[in-house]
Every structure is written in C-alpha cells, then in structure tokens.
C-alpha cells in the first residue's frame, strides 16, 4: 500500500518549484500545492500510473487554469507587476543548481509574463525541468509535435529578451554593493557610473504602498528618483544585502525588524540595465524578518 503523504512529501519540492516559476508568487503557489494535494489524496488507483508524473500533471494544469483568470487581475494591477520574492532556504530548495537558480531570477520571471499560460507551462518543463516531449503532452493535454512548436516559439521569444552577456555572482555583488552606497549617499555621479544609459526602474507597491507607478527609463532619471527618495529613509532604517531569487540583492528592514522593501537588480556588460524594487507588503510577507536573516546567516 503506497503511503501517499510520504510520496507527496517527496515531490512537494518539485511541485513548487514549478508552481512559483508558473504564477510568480509564493501565496499561489503553495495555495496550487495544495490542492494538488487534496486530488492526490482522492485519485483512484487506476488513474496513478507514475506519482510524480501525476503529481505534476495536477499542478500544472492547476497553474495554467490560476494565470488565465489572473490576467485580468494583472491587467487592473497598480503600477508595475512584479513576481513575489524568494530568499533564504525558500529559495535554496528550489533552486539549488546552478541551472535551476537563474530560472529563478526576477529578470527571468518578468519574461515569462510575455509568454501564454501553455507556453509557459512546456517552456519550464522542457527547459528547466527536462521533462520529455511525450510526458508534457500528456501533462497539458496537446500533442507531442504541438508541444514541440509551442517549446520552439517560448524558447524564440525568451532568448530574444535574455541579456545578451551572462554576469557572474561576483561581478553581480560588486555592482549590488556599489549601488546600495551610492543610493544611500545620494551620489548621482557614482550612480551613473554604475547604471546602464537603458537602465529601466520598477517599482512595484501595488496600491498599498508608495511606489512609481510607472516604469522609469533612463539612467539621469533613475539615479534622480532614487536620491530623491531618500528623504523617505527613517533614520533606524536598515539594508542587508542578501540574495534575492538566488541573485544579488538586498533587503530593507523597519526599525522593528520588519520587511519594507526587495531590490534586485539585472546586469549586462558590466552594467546594471534593470532594478526591481518591490514594497508591496502583501508580496514581503514571506520574507524573513530581519532577526531570522541574521540568525540564517550566522547558521553553518
């Protein structure tokens, strides 16, 4: 007799992983995890063939069906949309490859919202988790050389939008540490220095927290809204920095420890060429509070 608790245990990883790069939000995701759940706890004998097979079937048929009503809540959406960031051991579990971690990225995430709900579905599984053709077929209900051409378009689209250098974590935390000082001092020169001429800024609050409500282009205009908005800093403000969605980022806490704000940022050519800032406080509720990064970090 299968224990189906323990065999959902082992996949409730990949099951994530899956739904977070769907939908780009931790709350959906684990709210698809669940209901995977429930139906893996009411299927019949006759239709499990392979648990995990099936277990990635429900999640992402769950996922697809989610993003098609979720368009037109994106579409109301206040200002820009940006996914749900993931640190610490949330963000190790699922991206804890190389390979897997910069499919986890902001930058990564933001391309996938040009892509249907079914391209996006066999993109990640063919691409990022390797599932062959004949297996997501069956998994969104098209036919294999269907499933081939929808692979091929999302794989086109994706690669045209990528950057077209790769930056390496060094380099990546070099520029993060640049920046939070120059933003932090209000140095417009040294900011410039660091930005992209193509530089684009988006601030993501969501109508429930102080942020441009739309995109800033430009590297003078980037480096003018951020040291205009200093003056909002409170003196017990805090910055770590930290990865966000297995990149160089960082974390500003309230002087009760509390989360307001991720940045991210995007590199290419030495440059950084996007900052995503999300104060959306609905979006940081699982961020860890600043006593448990401290106490993350201090662990071995």
Known sequence: MVDRVEVFDQNRTLLFSIAYRMMGSVMEAEDAVQETYLRWQQASEDEVRSPSAYLSAIVTRLCIDRLRSASVRREQYVGPWLPEPVLGEQAREIGDRTELEDTLSMAFLVLLENLTPVERAVFLLREVFDYEYAEIASLVGKSEANCR????????????????????????????EGFLEASLAGDMEALLALLSDEVTLYSDGGGKARAALNPIYGADNVARFLTAIRSDIPPDFTVRLTRVNGRAGLVGYFGDGSVQSVTSIEVDEGSITAIRLVVNPEKLENVPLLQQAEREEGSP
Request: charged share 35%.
């Open 149 to 176: 051409q929808i692979s091929r378009r999302a794989r086109q689209a994706v690669a045209a939008r990528r950057p077209r250098f790769e930056s390496s974590p060094e380099q990546e935390g070099r520029l993060m």
